[in-house]
């Protein structure tokens, strides 16, 4: 998934919740593309880590990031081990198996912020395959059956960057 070196804005929803997270921690920026989160967290003074099959849109290595090439979906062990964040961001990005991985990676007291497709975004474009959106309240019931906090959820259109059906969360683990 790649957002190129991007002008797009970061995401109103991790905007919105970013300062849930604790200043200064690190924050796993799962799928990152073309980096506008990682972009935003940084020159938020988070430490980052941006994964990503496809790395070349992202910035530099350096103090405060770290940037990982991996590909999630190839049957290949989680790239992380058992680091855990305080936060952990995915947008417009969905692939089930990984649930389990992206739980136990959240550190006690994270935040998870997710957004991504929900089913009936095909009217409006890509994805369209079922197997990238979200069922209806799919998010809400991964974060609620993990016993975390929700602290925000929306489900429905939205206009920007481009007219999609969306499904999004924001949730801390309890500590």
């Given at each position: 998934m790649s957002d190129g070196p991007t002008k797009t804005p970061p995401s109103p929803w991790v905007r919105r919740?970013?300062?849930?997270?604790?200043?200064?921690?690190?924050?796993?920026?799962?799928?990152?593309?073309g980096g506008r989160h990682t972009r935003y967290l940084l020159d938020k003074g988070f430490r980052v880590v941006a994964l990503d099959r496809e790395i070349g849109a992202l910035p530099p290595p350096?103090?405060?990031?770290?940037v990982i090439a991996a590909d999630l979906e190839d049957g290949a062990p989680w790239p992380l081990g058992k680091r855990q964040f305080n936060?952990?961001?995915?947008?417009?990005y969905l692939h089930r198996p990984l649930?389990?991985?992206?739980?136990?990676?959240?550190?006690?007291?994270?935040v998870l912020i997710y957004e991504t497709f929900q089913r009936g975004n095909e009217r409006y474009g890509?994805?369209?395959?079922?197997?990238?959106?979200?069922?209806?309240?799919e998010l809400l019931r991964l974060a609620e059956g993990a016993g975390l906090t929700v602290l925000g959820y929306f489900s429905g259109y939205a206009a920007a960057p481009k007219p999609a059906l969306v499904q999004c969360v924001a949730a801390?683990?309890?500590?």
């Open positions: 919740f970013l300062p849930a997270l604790p200043p200064g921690g690190q924050v796993l920026d799962l799928a990152a593309g350096g103090a405060f990031l770290e936060g952990i961001v995915v947008t417009n649930f389990p991985a992206l739980l136990a990676a959240l550190a006690p007291d994270g890509k994805p369209s395959n079922p197997d990238f959106l979200l069922e209806p309240g801390r683990k309890k500590a």
